[in-house]
């Protein structure tokens, strides 16, 4: 199996998070955003991730915005990412997929190439909270992912009016862009995918 557990601590935020990879979807999710935690039990379910993350914050203590929880969020779920692909034997490395949600469309492209990179093209200043959560963290949000896990990530809205559909189809095509990646190809499990032997 593969999984990753964290433990995160700064000045701002304390995370307790375990993933499993080879999982079946199942969430458990607590950030006291509920924006958020609706987000991040949608990318569990459509990555079939087993997601486990208590998150507290200077949102909760100093009323503060969601800033710092979603961020260092982000980047607890990337570390552990990368950690639980370990050397990355097998994986099919690349995932792409468009979500219609609504009246938006989205599609997430990336490549777990451990070049980290971001291509974010949406727009989600309509409503800039939704409930607790600062709707211009979004693009944040995938930047601290990719980063921390080492992915190639292209998010594109080709169009939406509602920010909560865009956000939410932001999330379920990444989940499900990374289900596809991380799979393993048993055709060729026992190599990296990359002509250079490494990623």
């Not at 990368?82 to 099919?92: F, S, V, Y």
């Amino acid at each position: 199996m593969r999984t990753a557990s964290l433990n995160r601590q700064t000045k701002e935020t304390q995370i307790s998070l375990e993933l499993n990879l080879d999982g079946t979807g199942k969430a458990d999710i607590s950030t006291n955003i509920g924006f958020l935690d609706h987000m991040l039990t949608l990318l569990a379910f459509h990555s079939d991730f087993d997601l486990s993350l208590v998150a507290h914050g200077d949102h909760e203590t100093l009323g503060m915005d969601s800033h710092h929880v979603i961020e260092d969020v982000a980047i607890a779920i990337g570390k552990c990412i990368n950690e639980a692909l370990g050397e990355r034997l097998g994986i099919r490395r690349y995932g792409s997929f468009t979500v219609p949600m609504d009246e938006a469309l989205v599609t997430c492209d990336l490549d777990i190439s451990g070049r980290p990179f971001l291509v974010f093209n949406a727009d989600v200043s309509t409503n800039p909270k939704l409930g607790g959560y600062d709707t211009e963290m979004t693009g944040e949000f995938f930047r601290a992912l990719a980063f921390n896990a080492g992915i190639t990530l292209h998010l594109n809205e080709h169009y939406g009016q509602n920010t909560h559909h865009i956000i939410e189809g932001m999330f379920k095509s990444t989940a499900r862009a990374l289900k596809m990646a991380v799979s393993i190809d048993k055709d060729k499990i026992d190599l990296i995918p990359s002509s250079k032997g490494i990623l």
